[in-house]
């Protein structure tokens, strides 16, 4: 098993600004995945984060928009950049297990 | 690419009901998973399913691979149990990457 801890848990932010979301793995994972989830809406994977490389993006996502860092096998961010009101949305985090998935606390994040 | 549904959107349901959530998806997949998400936004994963069923304490989930669906059943409902409730699946072999259902928000009323 994984326990992921994410952070923040919530917050509020001005438009143009950026956040920058964590999360930590108590064990080493070659694979971390990053998801979104709007308001009404189902999780939409963002990237998936690989240790020692670029992150991968999945259509719509960008880099410039969604900078990844993952220095090591046990932690990465996330940062939402030059933020909108249409940022508004859940962030998560995720690990793959052999036989389930394992998932942060999540980041509600609200853009004013 | 897999599209998964859910059913229904919302339940309302008294304390002590048995509940059944339900959830199809069009592609055939390696496995699916049950997943429960608190007010807060966290998710925790109930159950994975390559087949047949699983039963964890009020909790059952059951799959049939040739009809691609799968139903999530809550025993003896309590008001603990309100949350929203994700159907995901695995969709070939080796991949890691889920494909979510939009959830089903369950209110459990004492």
């Known amino acids: 098993s994984a ?15 950026s956040l920058t979301i964590q999360c930590q793995v108590d064990s080493q994972v070659t694979m971390m ?35 990844i860092s993952r220095p090591n096998l046990t932690f990465s961010t996330l940062t939402v950049s030059n933020m909108s009101p249409e940022d508004s949305s859940i962030y998560l985090c995720s690990v793959p297990g052999n036989t389930e998935a394992f998932f942060g606390q999540g980041t509600r994040l609200t853009v004013v | 690419k897999n599209e998964v549904e859910q059913s229904p959107q919302n339940l309302t ?75 995901a699946v695995l969709s070939g072999a080796g991949s890691y990457q889920l494909t979510f259902g939009k959830g089903t928000k369950l209110s459990v009323i004492p």
């Open chain 2, 13 to 87: 349901a008294q304390e002590g009901e048995f509940i059944t959530i339900n959830c199809s998806y069009s592609v055939g997949i390696s496995a699916l998973h049950w997943l429960q998400q608190h007010p807060g936004g966290g998710i925790v994963s109930l159950f994975m399913l390559s087949s047949g069923k699983k039963k964890h304490g009020r909790l059952i989930a059951t799959i049939n691979i040739q009809e691609k669906h799968s139903s999530l059943h809550i025993t003896a409902s309590h008001p603990r149990d309100s949350a929203v409730y994700i159907c």
């Open chain 1, 33 to 67: 995945f990053w998801y979104r989830q709007q308001p009404g809406q189902s999780l939409t994977l963002i990237a998936t984060a690989n240790q020692g490389s670029e992150a991968t993006y999945e259509s719509g996502f960008v880099i410039d928009k969604f900078p």
């Open chain 1, 3 to 17: 326990v992921i801890s994410q952070k923040p848990s919530r917050d509020i932010c001005q438009r143009g600004t």
